[in-house]
Every structure is written in structure tokens, then in C-alpha cells.
């Protein structure tokens, strides 16, 4: 499965919304009904940290700024209000099909 | 508090082997699947392999398949890489992190949530 991302990169004013679109070369629907695709942020320096489950489900103590949409195989993560510590590197990854994949990621920096 | 902790990453030779390990806290290790995930020096995101709760299963990369083994002792809560003929190209941050995926059964939060800090592995002669 290929993953794609657009865009490569994203450079935001504080406050200012930001999205991220995702792409699968095939579908992430299950026959159980869920739908295996998640983000990921990677701050400066950090490991990876899981966003978003599910395409919408916020990952726990993530702020609800962040949200996510999609399905089959075209999904999208929102920051309705950009914050500084929201730098870093954005990845999809899909966890349907073996061997998982991610994206490229998209780095967002602030203005 | 889940914690995941690697170790064993260091410099090691084209051809070489390096075990490395990762520590796991504050859950119940056994009915986790765990995984490995890579990232060479300023590039993306490489998942290289998985294995099951129960240790029965276990999936690999094309990248990695047949010089990688995937293992976990639940009596150490410890989940194992054991890497053989290394190349280059091996180089990379290793994480330890859950692992969430149809075959699996649901934890909640899920799995691919926790994540370690990672342990370089160097691959140069």
C-alpha cells in the first residue's frame, strides 16, 4: 500500500487553521467495519506521537484542535488553531494491510 | 504508566549482528502486539516488523526479511530485534511501539499509541 501526502510541506500563522490531506493506493475499510488509518506528529527531536485512530478518534491527551476525517481511502487531519508547539513532522500510516505503511510526512512550520 | 525502553543500538560492521531490546512497563506486555519501526538519519517512517501477543506470529519488511528476527520473552516483558547481516542502509533510530491491526484483538487505547525513544543503530565499517 502506498501512502501519499499533500502537502510536503505547511508553513502556518498562529491561529490560523492547517490541513493535511492522505491518500492509500487501496482501500482501509475492514469487513469489522473500522477503518485502519492513523496520524502521527513527530516533534523536533521526538519519537513519534499518535494524533489521531480510527481516521477520528483523538489518541488520548490530544487537544481537540486536532481532528480527522475520510474514508475508504482519502483522509484528512484539521488544526483548527495553529499553536508553536505544533511543529514538527506529520505522518498517515495504514495498519490494515501487512506491511504497515506511512506516508512521507508533511513538516509544518509556523510563520 | 506504559513505558517502552530500547537498548542494544550502537556501531557495528557491514555483515555484523546487533540484538536489540525493548523494555516494557505499565501494561499487560502478553496481550500487546509490539512492533519495530525505523527512521534513517532525516528521512521518513519504515515499519520493519511485528509479531503477535503470543510471540506465534510474527511479520516482517521485504527490506528486512530473512536477515531480521523478531522475538519477545513475556516472562521479561522484553520484546527482541535480532538483526544479521547489516548493511548501510540499516542505519537508522529503531523504535519499540505497539502494534494495532485487524488480526489482533482491540485494546483501548490502541496499541500503536506507545512508542519508545528509540536506539540508533549505526551500520559503517
Known amino acids: 500500500i502506498v501512502m501519499t501526502q499533500t502537502p510536503l510541506s505547511l508553513s502556518v500563522t498562529p491561529g490560523q487553521p492547517a490541513s493535511i490531506s492522505c491518500r492509500s493506493s487501496?482501500?482501509?475499510?475492514?469487513?469489522?467495519?473500522?477503518?485502519?488509518l492513523y496520524w502521527y506528529l513527530q516533534k523536533p527531536g521526538q519519537s513519534p506521537q499518535l494524533l489521531i485512530y480510527?481516521?477520528?478518534s483523538r489518541f488520548s491527551g490530544v487537544p481537540d484542535r486536532f481532528s480527522g476525517s475520510g474514508s475508504g481511502t482519502d483522509f484528512t487531519l484539521k488544526i483548527s488553531r495553529v499553536e508553536a508547539e505544533d511543529v514538527g513532522v506529520y505522518y498517515c500510516m495504514q495498519a490494515i494491510h501487512l506491511p504497515f505503511t506511512f506516508g512521507p510526512g508533511t513538516k509544518v512550520v509556523i510563520k | 504508566e506504559v513505558q517502552l525502553l530500547e537498548s542494544g543500538g550502537g556501531l557495528e560492521q557491514p555483515g555484523g549482528s546487533l540484538r536489540l531490546s525493548c523494555a516494557a512497563s505499565?501494561?499487560?506486555?502478553?496481550?500487546?502486539?509490539m512492533s519495530w519501526v525505523r527512521q534513517a538519519p532525516g528521512k521518513g517512517l519504515e515499519w520493519v516488523s511485528g509479531i503477535s501477543g503470543s510471540g506465534g506470529s510474527t511479520y516482517y519488511a521485504d527490506s528486512v526479511k530473512g536477515r531480521f528476527t523478531i522475538s519477545r520473552d513475556s516472562s521479561k516483558n522484553t520484546l527482541y530485534l535480532h538483526m544479521n547481516s547489516l548493511r548501510a542502509d540499516d542505519t537508522a533510530v529503531y523504535y519499540c511501539a505497539g502494534m494495532t491491526h485487524p488480526l489482533f484483538p482491540t485494546v483501548t487505547p490502541p496499541a500503536n499509541g506507545y512508542w519508545g525513544q528509540g536506539t540508533l543503530v549505526t551500520v559503517s565499517s
Open positions: 487501496q482501500s482501509l475499510l475492514h469487513s469489522d467495519g473500522k477503518t485502519y
Open positions: 480510527e481516521v477520528s
Open positions: 505499565g501494561f499487560t506486555f502478553s496481550s500487546y502486539a
